[in-house]
């Protein structure tokens, strides 16, 4: 079955203590993006990849890293985690961004930093 | 610029009532794409319609329907007839030609009470 499949579905942590959320894919998505959904805001682009080794910001970049070392993952990282990033994240994938292509989402990380 | 405005936050119907769900949105492009996602409350994020903007022909697809105009910069979506199931929050998307994102708007949340 195609999917993203993200990891872990619920996350609390506490204030500083690195995490990683991952994200793999399994339909040979050359692009990959990571967005954060937060009430009345809707969701937003944190980090994008267009293939192996090439990411860039999104829209809310700060206080997160990634990397895209394999095709399939593109893992989230949060290096000192704060309050502020409580959030609902998303991964999603496609075969080619901005084009007529659609986009695969994963089920989502609910993450809550205390 | 990129936008996408949901002006509706939150709707409230009986059951078998027809509801529609507004999106407007800008662009300067004029390749570019309209998508529809149901966020129920278990979290995950349920694609319904992607349409790019060289098809203005309306969609129907069981109770759901979606109308396209350009003239108006949107794409609004009904249902008809809801039903409890359809209580979610529901998020309108533009892609743009090139552009590494989806720009999501706020989000209407709908609720259908029996």
């Known amino acids: 079955e195609a999917q993203v499949t993200q990891n872990p579905r619920y996350l609390i942590t506490v204030t500083g203590k690195k995490l990683t959320v991952t994200c793999s894919q399994n339909m040979n998505h050359e692009y990959m993006s990571w967005y954060r959904q937060d009430p009345g805001l809707g969701l937003r682009q944190i980090y994008y990849?267009?293939?192996?080794?090439?990411?860039d910001k999104g829209d809310v970049p700060e206080g997160y890293k990634v990397s895209r070392k394999e095709k399939r993952n593109f893992p989230l990282i949060l290096e000192s985690p704060s309050p502020n990033q409580t959030s609902l994240y998303f991964c999603a994938s496609s075969f080619s961004a901005g084009t007529d292509y659609g986009y695969t989402f994963g089920s989502g990380t609910r993450l809550t930093v205390v | 610029a990129q936008k996408v405005t949901q002006a509706q936050t939150e709707i409230s119907v009986v059951e078998k009532e027809d509801v529609t769900l507004d999106c407007v949105y800008e662009t300067r492009d004029t390749t570019y794409y309209l998508f529809w996602y149901k966020q129920p409350p278990s979290g995950e994020l349920v694609f319904l319609i992607r349409r790019n903007s060289f098809d203005e022909q309306n969609e129907i697809s069981g109770r759901y329907s979606w109308n396209f105009q350009k003239s108006t910069s949107s794409f609004n979506f009904t249902i008809t007839a809801s039903q409890v199931v359809d209580s979610a929050v529901y998020f309108c998307?533009?892609?743009?030609?090139?552009?590494?994102?989806?720009?999501f708007g706020t989000g209407t949340r709908l609720l259908v009470s029996p």
């Open positions: 998307a533009l892609s743009e030609r090139g552009f590494q994102k989806l720009v």
């Open positions: 990849s267009m293939n192996v080794e090439v990411t």
